[in-house]
T-cell receptor, first 113, second 113 residues
Framework: AQTVTQSQPEMSVQEAETVTLSCTYD???????LFWYKQPPSRQMILVIR??????QNATENRFSVNFQKAAKSFSLKISDSQLGDAAMYFC??????????FGAGTILRVKS | NAGVTQTPKFQVLKTGQSMTLQCAQD?????MYWYRQDPGMGLRLIYY???????DKGEVPNGYNVSRLNKREFSLRLESAAPSQTSVYFC????????????FGPGTRLTVT
């Protein structure tokens, strides 16, 4: 079964600085999708960014970007110019084509002012 | 559009009681999902419905049943609640269940005493 590992239970960043959250996954497939979801204290799950494995270009969404290393099975999230509103739990998730999402255990991000 | 709605938001049950968690989506999505979220474990899939009229087990189906009532509604039933089912439950939906983004409801916090 596919597994997703987030090795950092908790991270802290100073406001306006950059932070990187790590994610590794295990799969024997070549086609799949990777996601980062944000869960603020409200509990609402919000999609931050999505990456298709067949695309070599790293996905970006405003201040959020990923470093996708397919051979290393690594999918890290970089948040630039961190804001107080970025404080949340972040989940990395893996999905094969036509299959279910598998989530990592999550990383709590704290933003200090 | 309300997106994905769940009722109730909070529930306390005694061991052995039964209850149904309700989920509805107004985005005309084909696929719907039920997850549970426990501390340190991320979200785990309980059951899903790829399309109206079909349901399949996820990673942790024991102790639960589901009903895809129509395209909009997907309910989760606990027939005899156990303390191990204390968790936060999320319903989600997606357009086609492949690489499409999953949209999540606000969650139900269930406590079984």
């Amino acid at each position: 079964a596919q597994t997703v590992t987030q090795s950092q239970p908790e991270m802290s960043v100073q406001e306006a600085e950059t932070v990187t959250l790590s994610c590794t996954y295990d799969t024997s497939e070549s086609d799949y999708y990777l996601f980062w979801y944000k869960q603020p204290p409200s509990r609402q799950m919000i999609l931050v960014i999505r990456q298709e494995a067949y695309k070599q270009q790293n996905a970006t969404e405003n201040r959020f970007s990923v470093n996708f290393q397919k051979a290393a099975k690594s999918f890290s999230l970089k948040i630039s110019d961190s804001q107080l509103g970025d404080a949340a739990m972040y989940f990395c998730a893996y999905q094969e084509y036509g299959n279910k999402l598998v989530f990592g255990a999550g990383t709590i991000l704290r933003v200090k002012s | 559009n309300a997106g994905v709605t769940q009722t109730p938001k909070f529930q306390v049950l005694k061991t052995g009681q039964s209850m149904t968690l309700q989920c509805a989506q107004d985005m005309n999505h084909n696929s719907m999902y039920w997850y549970r979220q426990d501390p340190g474990m991320g979200l785990r899939l309980i059951y899903y419905s790829a399309s109206e009229g079909t349901t399949d087990k996820g990673e942790v189906p024991n102790g639960y049943n589901v009903s895809r009532l129509n395209k909009r509604e997907f309910s989760l039933r606990l027939e005899s609640a156990a303390p191990s089912q204390t968790s936060v439950y999320f319903c989600a939906s997606s357009a086609r269940g492949t690489s499409e983004e999953q949209y999540f409801g606000p969650g139900t916090r269930l406590t079984v005493t």
